[in-house]
């Protein structure tokens, strides 16, 4: 496809976790529990308030169809704050400072008073419902040529544990958020935009690392499209695929709209009450439903099955609508018959339906008030479908495809948080702010400096374990030792299920300084690590792998074994090392470095030949 | 400038505009197209041109005139209010449209009327306000409404109902509500309190009370005897426990269904009758060691104190003298405890037994804040000294239980 | 006629034989040989002849040495008493024999010393004995004790708990406990509570609480961190309530069996140090409707005021004036809650923004009396401003707690 | 026997409930509770104080022997003070003014300063491990003769539901405690003033009545006997059978000393483990038992089985003492081989134990602790047998006899209860007391003034209904009315189950009343109460016997019966009466009273004729 024909723009917020000791707004630590430690569940009502205008925001209103009964579970590590029944603290001064220290990387300019505000979220997600966000800087660079044009500094919300139930342990955790300008124009660029901020955020070295912890939301519109926002992209990797797909859902929906008008299709109002035809069905979800509501879509045959994007069809944008209502989805005749549908069941609908070839009908099922609501609707999709593209929040399903989440937000309905005051920046403040090294350069130097590999270099500086590394080499470990070991050993033991990420960094590098003195040997590393991450001590997980074996245990070892075999080695001279080494190595593998064997073997040769 | 005027100011070397909302610590407030506000000198601040005058749309109220009437008096605490997201103003809404407006279904459970004697912060609530209440409340029944539901800050409330408590005998219930949580945010408890409320006053009850959330879910509400109940919690949407008893009801919700206990007092009980007079000269003083007893003198021109001693009602032997002052030259003085749990009993220690002799007289259970009130009132009713302490002794609107009931 | 004298008068024509005990509203009381008191009119009463001094039998106590040494510091809470019931006289017992021979399970926790500083009411406690109980403690701890017991009135106990727990760092347990019921009667707490406080006193811990039952039953004592426990009850046996937090421990009763919290802090983990002086000169004063400003006067010589204010921390404007005063005369003042439960936070509302400005410092969630026994210790620490406020909001001895942790 | 030979001396001490609106040092109502009530229950230790003297009160050490872990009830009609966990309110003046009374009535003379005094009592009763008591009034005289030496107002204990069980309910409930003189020489005169003195106390008509709420105490002592209390007799009818019963027991037992000390009868010190001898014993009993204990008693043989009391044997007396260790009570081997114990085991067991034929081998089985303590009680209490008789307090048996509580208390254990002050008597408040009218002289009041037969004056005045009567008469009842129906009435239908306990007064006036006037048939009493008792209103209970039967509608009948059987009529002339009178009634009983019938159709009759 060509973009620049199709006119794509697109932009990106950058949603990421900061790793601060306390959460934004209360004194509780920012970490993540299992579900099963919470000591404590309360429940609540939301309920969107009127607003001035005596209207409720259309987001808002979109939640509002459903009930709003909530559950929230409470740890020994959450507080009254995230229960909201304290107020908040000030503001935390940790996540400010990383705030400030990210603007100054993006070149942006702070706001001199920085404002707590409520932004209303009725979804659950926040027990207030609203959460706490603060504009801290606005217009800056990033990678030379892309604008910024703001960053937030907002409090996470709860995660959602089932429909209704949330955990409230990540509620709080300080967020930035990042907005660009709509400065992309191919997939790559967003991807490769989205890439270079991450790099800035991961140099502060204060950012929350692993699953969950950063999120991007892409916003995507090519020319008499809409724009649409795609949610919780989490792969970098997938950010080329979730725009391409986007564009080609657009393409064939504007095609799609030219269709129909030439068409001159047309969407009902009402819906027909057919749970009658289906009495006697053998599909298993009509034949269970108390009730089928039908509507035809005059001059849409064909196309409500047509593909959009791979795997979806119009049909799944009315579905995804029809959802909200809480059924499962809808039947349409351009699918029909299937699903345990027979033919004589679509003839008898199409009969009662008035349907002739060039229609399509649909069908819903469940109670009563939920058929009538979805049949509503898909409707509702449908006539969207003769206007062209409908601006929409989409939530990004695993492949790249997207579904309908809900309508995109009006202008944000906020208003000032009463319970935080406003904080100053001065400039001081910002002069006072060191920048930190990016990753980038971190990687050159480490090429530079201690010689490693570029790919590997940038890999260790990208990677979590940057600071063990970093601790590593000034403990005197040897470059390739320390790199070796803590990428690609942990990475091994981790694809075998075994997870380190327990073992204390202190004892990492007591490890190595071991290994680097010969005391153990690099080999018996997986198996060390593996004792390690199980709990061991230093000590046992060491002894484990067998008994050390010191260099004089060793001279010993050596002395006899070539005893032994004196006349062998004065038969073949040097070249007698090899097989021999193979006979001493059997005995300590593991136990003591090869290298240190194959010294005191050679000079043990050399004394016998 | 002034609020809502369309103003720019530049920031990183961009123009933006924005809305002017206020100037704070020496900064303009803006409020930006993306609902962010940021504070900006002031110096930097153009103005383009005046905002418009936007009028709130209020959706027309039709009350259900088969209904029973209900009085609402609101005294500064808001069960409802409405936010302007264009300036991030919160406006408290105290007419019966603006409220009905804002909790729909109140319409369902009464008629309404509105009354606004006075609108305060409830920390500054004074016993001539509560004259003023107590009249206001009696008027509203006079006038026919078959309950009241007076709203008030929390952080006095239970000191404004007891003293209702004493000045009315009310053949209606009048029962106070709050919110712990303002009622901008959609979390709020004041609908739950309110819907609640309102369903109480409706009901086959004839005392003063509390009503407000049972728990920190949205479940239940209870409904407090107005002199034994306490804010027990500073942010808490349960902050409100009765002390030394059951709650004398509770409604559950959504379906607002009403249990009531035995021992309330039921709808038409009482006569209609209004004591409003209040003696504003009475003190509270907790006992502490160390406390300095030239502090009393302090007190002397009180008519009445209250003393929240330790335990059983006792205080410093260095304070005796004093006091044996103030009751020779007038004062009457009631001790309590700062335990706030369980009965003052000044026969078993010989400080209490000293107390009892210079004629302090033993509170019972009464909570302090209560006994104040009470003492207030009594005040204003009597200055006969043996009446006095048998008023201050008797159990007048609950504030006393004669027996510590088990498991309380 | 003197206690124990043999006399005799007649009642209903009938004379009998009594024993003399003393005289009280102008009668006679007299001791029967059934055991019954009565009052007679003294001029009925005749001498027959005097009593005869009677010893009490101690039976020997021998303390086992390979148990822990423990002190026992008594100033007047009665963890052992006896009864003569000739004269019907409760005498209290605090020498070591003495309390071990009327609990005799105790020689097999520790081997005690025991001193008595002072011996008072604990309503009659006050800073200057802190201080003389606080070296008390100290110099037995140098003296090698293991773990400390003081028997305190259940009264103020709090109070001074907490003073020693601002006076002290302590590697090893310092444990107040009394009763609330006398122990001369076979249903007293005493028992109980002396073996438990005992067991703890010799545990891992290093650090000032309270040990007393924690229900109503006898089935364990709870331990409460001395900042952070208030008498909740007058007269019930688990008055003593931990408030904002769980206690730090418990012993099950009467198998001894402790269970402490991770938070506790262990035995050693600190140094030995005591800091000892204490600025008297505090007040704590309960904000209430209608309190006179012109009371703030009284305090105007006060160096700390701790208020308990209304809710998350407020007073009436009417008082603004005088705190701006006071503070700016340089009296310390510290904000607190009435509410007992919750935080304060005097960032919500305009009065609370007011009290800020004026200086006032935020209390946090510490309880009134433990803000006033600090303020004293803190004020005796430090004349600085800056380090006042600084002390006043870091939490020292568990008497801040950071977070406010959902269902406690 | 002759009660003056054998030097028979008693007293008694009579503990009446009072029925008073508070209990006596509390606010609580004086009503108990059925026990599935309980909202709360308390467990709590006692313990025995040392005592000045550095020992341990008698009783009070008895009851240590087992555990003192105590269980409380608690109910909403109970308070803390019940609990000890509230100070005492000051001592009830209506319980004060009560006992006043009763001791003005008894001639007594008052205490000037009462003091409320504990006594202490650890057998879990009360909570506090004493009850508090105080002397009001000493030496007044009864029924002309005996002198009372005291009257005590004291709290009642709790009540026991199960051994360490207690119901708070009726703990606190004012008691006074009447004391006799050990004034009276034969069984007939202690009931005498036993009922004197219940009869004074009921004339105050401010007394508990029904079960448990007056218990009498008789202390009995022959010549060269021992002074033994036995508690709790709560029948009058009874007490000359305690008494004589307990005479013949003391005779009884001092010709077995005589005869005991002639065979140089001895009580061996220790105990020999016989558990194996019954190893693969019948005996259900022996055979679960951990342990089985015996030992000899030398020239006890026969004795131990002799019957001292009907039913009783000196065997019973050792059996009590050792049933205080828990254990069911002994065998010996004067009863022996019986209760599945073989001649073989008894041959053996007397081999074992070197028993010849003038010894008796007692046995003991349990634990091993409590077989021990069992065999140590029960050769205590066999060596007291040598020395005479002990001074005992014993429980009544059901039918007369009695069996051993524990030794009679020391000196009372008492001291001031502090937490209640002393209470002034003046003789102002002695002269205000209005004496109440003695029931003997009410029952003759009846007899004089509504001619009332005195067998039946006595009964209504000694009866729970007297204020009942006395309201009805006032009403206007014919006093036989009152008295068939409040009397005879009430306690046929009390034998058949029905309870007209809760039938207020008013009611039973009311009801009176319409009989009284005829409009309600005397013969429908009983049906009419039952359904009262049922919980009917009594317009419901009149009407379920029937709709009443107007005087009206009585003549329409009976003047066609009359009419039909006119000419019968004439026949018999007045003699027609009766079984007219048959024919009538089946039609009306129960609907109309049987005289107005009567009247009526008799002067139908005499129209006809």
Known sequence: MDYKVLGLTAGIEIHQQLDTAEKLYCRCPTILRNIDERNGEIRRYLRATVSEMGGIDRAAEEEMKQMRFFSYYAYDTTCLVENDDEPPTPMNPEALQITLTIAKMLLMTPISQVHTMRKMVIDGSNTTGFQRTALVAMNGIAGGDCAIESICLEEEAAQRVTDKTFSLDRLGIPLVEITTAPCMHTPEEVKEIAEYIGMILRSTRKVKRGLGTIRQDVNISIRDGARVEIKGVQELDLIPEVVSREVERQVSLLAIREELRSRSAEVPRGKIDVTDLFSSTKSKVLKKAPCIMAATLKGFAGIVGREIQPGRRLGSEMSDYAKKCGVGGLFHTDELPAYGVTEEEVAALRERMLADDGDCVIIVSGTEEQASCAIRQALKRAGMALEGIPEETRKMLPEGCSAYMRPLPGAARMYPETDVLPVEITEEMMDAIKLPELLTDVAARFTEELGIDGALARHIAYSDRLPTFEKAIAAGIKPALAARTLISTLRELSRDGVDCGRVPDEMLILLLVRVNKGEVAKEALPDILRALAGGASLEEAILSVGPTFSVKDLECLIEEIVTERAEFIRDRGMAALGPVMGVVMKEVRGRIDGQIVADILKRSIEKVI | ?408
């Open chain 2, 1 to 408: 400038m002034k609020t809502g005027d369309l103003v720019s100011c530049t920031i990183g070397g961009k123009m933006l505009e924005a809305v002017y909302i206020t100037e704070r610590d020496e900064r303009a407030v803006l409020k930006l197209s993306s609902g962010y506000n940021i504070g900006v000198p002031i110096s930097e601040v153009r103005h383009i041109r005046d905002g418009e005058e936007r009028k709130g749309f209020e959706p027309p109220v039709v009350q259900d005139s088969k209904l029973p009437e209900l009085a609402i008096i609101s005294t500064g605490g808001t069960i409802a209010s409405r936010v302007d997201y264009r300036t991030g103003a919160v406006t408290s809404r105290s007419t019966a449209d603006e409220i009905i407006s804002a909790i729909p279904r109140l319409a369902t459970i009464g008629r309404f009327r509105t009354r606004q004697p006075f609108s305060i912060l409830s920390e500054n609530m004074k016993p001539s306000m509560w004259i003023e209440l107590a009249r206001c409340i009696y008027d509203e029944i006079q006038a026919g409404a078959r309950g009241v539901i007076v709203t008030h800050g929390t952080d006095t409330m239970a000191y404004s109902a007891s003293a209702i408590s004493f000045m009315l005998d009310t053949p209606v219930p009048i029962i106070f509500v709050g919110s712990q949580r303002s009622a901008d945010r959609p979390s709020s408890d004041n609908v739950m309190n309110a819907l609640c409320s309102a369903a109480v006053a409706s009901a086959n009850l004839g005392e003063v009370a509390i009503c407000m959330h049972g728990t920190v879910n949205d479940d239940y509400c209870a409904v407090h005897r107005a002199t034994r109940v306490r804010k027990m919690h500073t942010s808490r949407r349960d902050a409100f426990q009765s002390i030394g008893t059951e709650p004398i009801g509770r409604i559950t919700y959504p379906d607002l269904e009403i249990s009531l206990q035995a021992d309330a007092i039921g709808r038409g009980d009482q006569v209609l009758t209004l004591r409003d007079a209040m003696e504003e000269k009475c003190a509270l003083i907790s006992y502490y060691p160390g406390m300095d007893p030239a502090i009393l003198d302090a007190y002397a021109s009180c008519r009445g104190l209250v003393i929240a001693g330790t335990g059983l009602g006792h205080v410093g032997t260095v304070l005796m003298e004093r006091i044996r002052e103030l009751v020779c030259n007038g004062t009457t003085i009631v001790m309590t405890t700062q335990c706030l749990q369980g009965r003052v009993c000044d026969r078993v220690y010989d400080t209490g037994r000293d107390l009892l002799r210079a004629g302090v007289i033993e509170g019972e259970d009464m909570l302090p804040e209560t006994a104040l009130v009470k003492l207030m009132w009594v005040l204003g009713q009597t200055d006969e000294t043996g009446e006095i302490r048998r008023l201050m002794q008797e159990n007048l609107k609950g504030e006393i239980i004669r027996r510590s009931v088990y498991g309380l």
